[in-house]
């Protein structure tokens, strides 16, 4: 997973800070369903997605896409600036990923 950084302007008031935060880029394929996969895994291969979609989890509902990687991150950043300034505008805590728990889980499927 990418880490994007994002750093404040700084104001009279306000210090700048910098905020990171894990972005997962899923490449997104040409076609849908799985006569366009390629092999009926539902996914395609980097080579043959046609952009990248974005979304930070620590962030809900800020998805974003990309028809390149870099396009994409750098509307993940664009996306992830906007956001904080909705969060900091209301008044809201802005989520620390230094206080997050990340880990990876398996789960299996019977067939």
């Not at 950084?5 to 369903?33: C, D, W």
Request: net charge positive; aromatic share 4%.
């Amino acid at each position: 997973m990418a880490r994007v950084s994002i750093r404040e302007k700084a104001s009279q008031q306000i210090a700048a800070r910098n905020y990171s935060f894990t972005v997962v880029f899923e490449p997104v394929g040409l076609g849908s369903g799985p006569a366009g996969n390629g092999g009926g895994k539902g996914h395609k291969s980097k080579a043959e997605a046609s952009g990248y979609q974005v979304t930070v989890p620590l962030l809900p509902g800020l998805i974003t896409y990309g028809r390149t990687l870099a396009e994409a991150r750098e509307m993940a950043r664009d996306a992830i600036r906007c956001h904080l300034e909705g969060l900091k505008k209301d008044g809201e805590r802005i989520p620390d990923e230094g206080s997050t728990i990340q880990e990876k889980l398996r789960v299996a499927l019977s067939a």
